[in-house]
Nanobody, 119 residues
């Protein structure tokens, strides 16, 4: 069984920073792409940033220049460094990973971590 666990969320003032982590555990062969999504109250879930196994990254326009996605393949962990946070960054942040099982590829989601940007 594969599990993704996010951590690092919390309450921060506008202009502040947070670092989110997503750790994958369980019985799998490797991890392909990993993605951060977020969902604000009353809104649809949106893609924030993604990273391939080779380290290629992609960002939503709203976070470019402020957020940095990275991963440590040896630790099966993905990070999201969030700087210059704005109130509109508030929401539940979820990680998703495309994981290579020996029987095929499957997408897995974490349970989410709350980020609140408020003064």
């Amino acid at each position: 069984q594969v599990q993704l666990v996010e951590s690092g969320g919390g309450l921060v003032q506008p202009g502040g920073s947070l670092r989110l982590s997503c750790v994958a555990s369980g019985n799998f062969f490797s991890i392909n792409s990993m993605v951060w999504y977020r969902q604000a109250p009353g809104k649809q879930r949106e893609l924030v940033a993604s990273i391939t196994s080779a380290g290629s990254t992609n960002y939503a326009d709203s976070v470019k220049g402020r957020f940095t996605i990275s991963r440590d393949n040896a630790k099966n962990t993905m990070y999201l460094q969030m700087n210059s946070l704005k109130p509109e960054d508030t929401g539940v942040y979820y990680c998703k990973a495309l994981i290579n099982l020996r029987t095929g590829l499957n997408n897995y989601w974490g349970q989410g971590t709350q980020v609140t940007v408020s003064s």
